[in-house]
């Protein structure tokens, strides 16, 4: 039986995913066809809160539950994951626009992602510490307890996975609140996987709902640690939200950015490097390459030739033909990029490519002579627009490629390596890519950002276990000491 088949969803999934959820039902939209692809139930206050209340109950007993068990089911999931590639990828097409390249690296870093964690199951849990007493001191590693996930619509398999598997890994029981425009793909998935691979029920439940959900799962007592990947300003919400609960927010929000393009740098490899960074997935990821800055002695044919390759790019429906661009998710994100193309347009930028659409399919846009107060520069824009500005020095692209608040992902393009690595020292970021585009990812490496881009590395090895466990203090003396009271 397909993992996918209608008549799994009145089964377990009917439990955890909450298709006939208390908030009603939302349509799964393909956005290439406006085409319904199904219906999931969209979870309340009350749902979010028996979930929760169930997740506390039974975390105990799983992280009691031997670590080469735990590490046995996520294993196990990999394996799902790379059983079921083909059927997950056509969802991740047809639902969330995705293109088949994008679709197969989701599947793959969801495989490498649970081995992964598997892996944290038998790291180290403490150590044993100086004390100048006469006893035993130590530090253990603890569950956190109750984690809560909420992740986004633009890569929503690698965004969610990314937080659910190692927090399971390490003891923890996750709710998963996927966009509600991308649950199938964010969230029945990663609930059948898990069931399949031995999960028991109530380690991990789904709850697919809107924002309300989202202020409802932070809120919930039950819920010890969010895990949030989203835009800065939902982003903010939830880190006020949490910190009045008095509980820890880990928050991998947008980013603005930048590609710096050195004189010396290879124009043939660069034009494909930017357009990449820019165009992947529509522009739709939080490390996409929003501002282009290029050396001023070859802007003008750097600037000729990504206008040429931004106009031979392909735009259409990933599921009927092999196309570079898929649809954007909806018609209020295409308004919303439009109309900050068109005010940057007025503001004085010049449009070279694109700034058109055909309902959802938007094509590859480029701008120059942008002014710093417009729109496509000085905000994250989320889609296939990229505006490109020159500098004469290396003073000039440190200082406006740090001007932003935001500060997630950097690349620098030059034959001049240690140049760049001292050009980068310059520019707050969490990521920085020499000769490389600013959309990377791995499943053993620390992600985040800084400044508006979130609250630092999180995921990845050691990061996991920063962000998911706590730690305790505990001393073991043979015998009662004596005080003088």
Known sequence: MSLFDPALWSGKINIDGWRDASGGKT??????????????????????????????????AW????????????????????????????WLIRESGSTRARAVFETDQAEQECYEAAVLCSHPIGQVMPSAEPRLSMTRRVPAGVVGVISPFNVPLILAIRSVAPALALGNTVVLKPDPRTAVSGGVTIMRIFEEAGLPQGVLTLVPG???AGAALVDDPHVRVISFTGSTGAGRKVGEAAARGVKRAHLELGGNNPMIVLADADLDRAISTVAWGSFFNQGQVCMATGRILVHADIAEEFTARLVAKAEQLTVGDPDTADVDLGPLINAHQRDTIHAQVTASIAAG???????????LFYRPTVLVDVPDDAPAYAEEVFGPVVPVRTFTTLDEAAQLAADDPYGLSLGILTRDVMTGLELAERIPSGLVHINDQTINDDARIPFGGVGWSGTGARFGGEANIDAFTETRWITVRSSQPVYPI
């Open 27 to 60: 349509a799964v939209v393909n956005p290439s066809t406006g085409d319904t692809l199904e219906h999931i139930g969209s979870a309340d206050a009350s749902d979010i809160a028996r979930a929760a209340s169930r997740a506390a109950e039974v975390q105990r």
């Open 349 to 359: 930028a010049r449009l070279l490519a694109g700034g058109t659409y055909d309902d």
């Open 210 to 212: 809107d924002g309300a």
């Open 63 to 90: 992280a009691a539950t031997p670590n080469t068990e735990r590490a046995a089911i996520l294993r196990r999931a990999g394996e799902l994951f790379a059983a079921h590639a083909p059927q997950i990828q056509d």
